[in-house]
């Protein structure tokens, strides 16, 4: 089975800090993904990457980079955390439609739960 | 935009119960799928639907496609307290980005 692995579990950081989330797949996947989870908000895209050095904007990518500089890891990056970023961030992969196994949906990482104070 | 609707939002239930969750859209979608996610972790995938019509069983839990592949529905059967979690459904992902659609979830709590 294909793993996503994020680097972390828990982050706390102050306000102002430069955080780095690392999240790497281990399946050859072309299509890696960047979501916040908050309560009543449900899942939303923050960025997208469908090949190595391509990214895309989601639909809350303000205040947040990203970098896929190699297939399987995708690097979110905020810029100088605030505490409105305190929240879950899950990481995800997919494989393109095209590929045997495509739209059969996303392997998600287990999650980052940051806090910014 | 794409836009799925589950219902019902919360759900609690006692052990033994059975329950329908509910996943609607207006647009049509070329495949769906169910996730559930535990408390701290990361949704996991449970099916994938992509035939109108089509009924997936995966031991306690029925998931259907509606025939117009608008909607969806899961059925769990003689409910148990693993099965409590947030219950997402997803579709889209056609594109080369293969982006999904997520709906809000429905959160279920079975108790014993």
């Known amino acids: 089975d294909v793993k996503v692995t994020q680097s972390s579990r828990y982050l706390v950081k102050r306000t102002g800090e430069k955080v780095f989330l690392e999240c790497v797949q281990d399946?050859?996947?072309?299509?890696m993904f960047w979501y916040r989870q908050d309560p009543g908000l449900g899942l939303r895209l923050i960025y997208f990457s469908y090949d190595v050095k391509m990214k895309e904007k989601g639909d809350i990518p303000e205040g947040y980079s990203v970098s896929r500089e190699k297939k399987e890891r995708f690097s979110l990056i905020l810029e100088s955390a605030s505490t409105n970023q305190t929240s879950m961030y899950l990481c995800?992969?997919?494989?393109?439609?095209?590929?045997?196994?495509?739209?059969?949906?996303?392997?998600f990482g287990s999650g980052t739960r940051l806090t910014v104070v | 935009t794409q836009l799925l609707e589950q219902s019902p939002q919360f759900l609690s239930i006692q052990e033994g119960e059975n329950l329908t969750v509910y996943c609607n859209s207006s647009?049509?979608?070329?495949?769906l799928q169910w996730y559930r996610q535990e408390p701290g972790e990361g949704p996991v995938l449970l099916v994938t639907?992509?035939?109108?019509?089509e009924v997936k069983k995966l031991k306690r839990l029925t998931f259907q496609f509606g025939d117009a592949r608008k909607d969806s529905s899961l059925h769990i059967t003689a409910a148990q307290p693993g099965d409590t979690g947030l219950y997402l459904c997803a579709g889209g992902g056609d594109t080369n980005a293969g982006k999904s659609t997520f709906g809000d979830g429905t959160t279920l709590t079975v108790k014993p």
């Open positions: 995800a992969s997919s494989l393109v439609p095209r590929r045997l196994g495509g739209r059969k949906g996303y392997t």
């Open positions: 647009s049509v979608f070329s495949s």
């Open positions: 639907v992509v035939t109108g019509g």
């Open positions: 399946m050859d996947h072309e299509n």
